[in-house]
């Protein structure tokens, strides 16, 4: 459960990341001069925060014209033109407003050449430590304090005083104003970008013994002190606060009993990080990370190393999301650059919702919350952007976006897609299936449900035959032979549009009918639901990624866009599509044997897919990949050539999660995928639909028992169960099981915990 190292980070990549999901901070951890970069969620530029778009809608019936004639490249050309925007191929910028450092706290030491070297990330206990010798030995904890709200940094020196200069700092940068306030017990620097937000970083300044002096105005001279404890806020001009109230909200009464701040940090750290725990019979190599990680990429096996990385991800939600308002974005929350990379913020066609996959299963649910309201925030903004640009009730959701909740294309080439609302109303739907709350389905998702499933009433459009079509339709991003010079092909009806539009109706269709509600609504999403196109079956024997079996431009490409009914959804299964379900591993086997999966992210999506079709060791497999050709020294997830992406290190966990448990269609399937490399352990606090708690244990690979606590009282279903197995409840009493194919199910009630004996 530790990350360590031997040595200080190199560069920022390579850093310790900490967080409480409103603040994020990077341990860099040098030993003279130490640099923590400091990132605040809401703070983006904040210049294009009023963005909007104007009416475009009267341009769809000719867009549409073309595609249906199979004109692919002039209708691809002119939905861009239409409804693209700015940005991407436009030559113009885009709107995208990109996610800014907040600066860096720099803290220098006068000591002599520095021996014994240790830097750690503690993830059970959510600590960072550096320590080392310089004559005494100097030790440094941080830590991002889930209760009190801010990033919390202690520095002792053994046995002795010491001395250190305290500063704030930020890149420089033209289009933002900096202004410093230094006194003894504090640093405070303000930041005003220019047309933009206005921030503040304020760190509070506490020692044991010794003295303060203020140099230059901007340096804080610390002399003689046993103990320094940093505290550290940041407060930015956005949901109605000015940067300096949401800074004095907080602060800390007692910083120096830090004792008490760690066992409350811990033990809030711990109720929702710990309530899931992996634990393997393996040996874990006495070594640091990096050197661990360069055995790995030099054949060496390690199979602890992939749990590590599995636990790194949980840690990694957490830190993102736990205080959080807004979501993680394309680096978490973690950012040093003025102009980051796609300008680290939201794709909705795939990277965050990658990030969420583990939020239900592994007992994180409440850090979905922080998505929830991402949605939320963008639903006023999304139906003026559907009604302005296709003419059509419900909502819009943008391919890419920042925080300010405006609905707008903002990458020519790209951005004409009208899928990634109903993708994130699958998230609503899973917190209802794994939870089972009444109360969250009337109150947030279903409103959400109806206004994608009025979307589709009035932009899905009959063909000759009366199926219902999707027109313009892009199977993100990727194009096909025909398909113009963009790209993005645009057409119709792709296989990822025609999913998301069905699942996304069924979701609305089925709260309507738990909640007894709109009846008529019902029978129209019924009714559409059953007029979608088909699924083909291409001539390789694939499953087709448009409505005709094109060829790819790209055959390598990194998106498996048409496999989402396999991963993350449930549309396909082997046994009510097993035609399908065929055809999707043969659409993965030819994208795999033309060189795909050639980033993080889309290896672990490689990664959950052949978990979900069971074949475990190529799931371990690309697990293994992901660890070994994407990840910094500390494990953090690199889209080539060397940037940091969070969704790659969270889809590497909910692989796992999907090699120990799966659950659809209101089935649990036990170990479906348990890699041969962990042949014994134990799992604790996985979540499953229906409101279940399981645990699991495993010798030679085989499943050894089991517990399941229901949460809602529902009868529970298991697949591929031997006819050995056996159930009984709490008092170890058996409990009776009805029999179906390989299956069994058997009753349960509320808060009782059953076990399941093989």
Known sequence: MKLWYQSPARDWFEGLPIGTGRLAAMVLGACKRERVALNHEWLWTGVNRQRDNQPRHDRLASVRQLLLERRYAEGTQAANDAFAGMGGMSRTPGRVDPYQPAGDLYVEFEHGPAHEYHRELDLDRAVATVSYRAGKRFTREYLAHLEEDQILMRVRRSGEPFQCALWLDRLHDDACGLAFDTRSTRLVMDGAIRDGVDFRVQVQ??????????????????????????????????????????????????????????????????????????????????????????????????????????????????????????????????????????????????????????????????????????????????????????????????????????????????????????????????????????????????????????????????????????????????????????????????????????????????????????????????????????LKIGRHGQLQEWNEDFDEVEPEHRHVSHLIGVHPGDVLDPERTPELWRAAEVSLTRRLAAGGGHTGWSRSWVACLFARLGRREDAWEHLQHLITDFATDSLLDLHPPRIFQIDGNLGGTAAVVEMLLQSYHGNLHLLPALPAAWPEGRVDGLRARGGFVVGMHWCGGALTGATITSTRGVPCRLIHAPSGWRIVDAMGRPVAVERTGDGLAFPTTMDVTYTLLV
């Open 205 to 534: 300044v506490c020692t044991r013994d010794g003295d303060a002096q203020v140099l230059d105005g901007r340096k804080l001279l610390l002399r003689g002190v046993t103990e320094v404890v940093l505290a550290i806020n940041i407060g930015v001009k956005a949901r109605g606060k000015t940067a300096a109230s949401e800074v004095a909200e907080r602060s800390l009464s007692t910083p120096l009993d830090w004792e008490a701040l760690v066992a409350a940090h811990v033990a809030s750290h711990r109720r929702h990080f710990g309530s899931m725990r992996l634990e393997l019979a393996l040996s874990e190599p006495d070594m640091p990370t990096d050197e661990r990680l360069r055995r790995l990429r030099a054949g060496a096996p390690d199979p602890a190393l992939a749990a590590l990385y599995f636990d790194y991800g949980r840690y990694l939600l957490c830190a993102s999301s736990a205080n959080a308002e807004l979501p993680a974005n394309l680096q978490g929350k973690w950012n040093e650059d003025l102009r980051p990379p796609w300008d680290c913020d939201y794709h909705h066609d795939i990277n965050l919702q990658m990030c969420y996959w583990i939020a239900e299963t592994t007992g994180m649910q409440r850090y979905a919350e922080a998505l929830f309201q991402h949605i939320e925030r963008f639903v006023p903004h999304a139906r003026k952007a559907a009604m302005d640009l296709y003419g059509c009730r419900g909502v819009l959701f943008p391919i890419q976006t920042d925080a300010w909740g405006r609905s707008t294309p903002e990458s020519f080439g790209w951005a004409v897609w009208i899928g990634a609302a109903p993708w994130l109303a699958q998230h609503l739907w899973w917190h209802y299936e794994f939870g089972l709350d009444a109360d969250f389905l009337c109150k947030r998702a279903y409103p959400f449900f109806k206004d994608v499933a009025s979307f589709y009433e009035d932009y899905l459009v009959a063909d000759a035959q009366g199926v219902l079509q999707i027109v313009p339709s892009q199977s993100p991003e990727n194009r096909f032979v025909g398909g113009g010079d963009l790209p993005v092909s645009l057409g119709v009806s792709s296989t990822m549009d025609v999913i998301l539009a069905r699942e996304a109706l069924r979701y609305a269709l089925q709260a309507a009918e738990i909640l007894g509600v709109d009846a008529e609504a019902q029978e129209r999403w019924r009714t559409m639901r059953a007029t979608l196109p088909e």
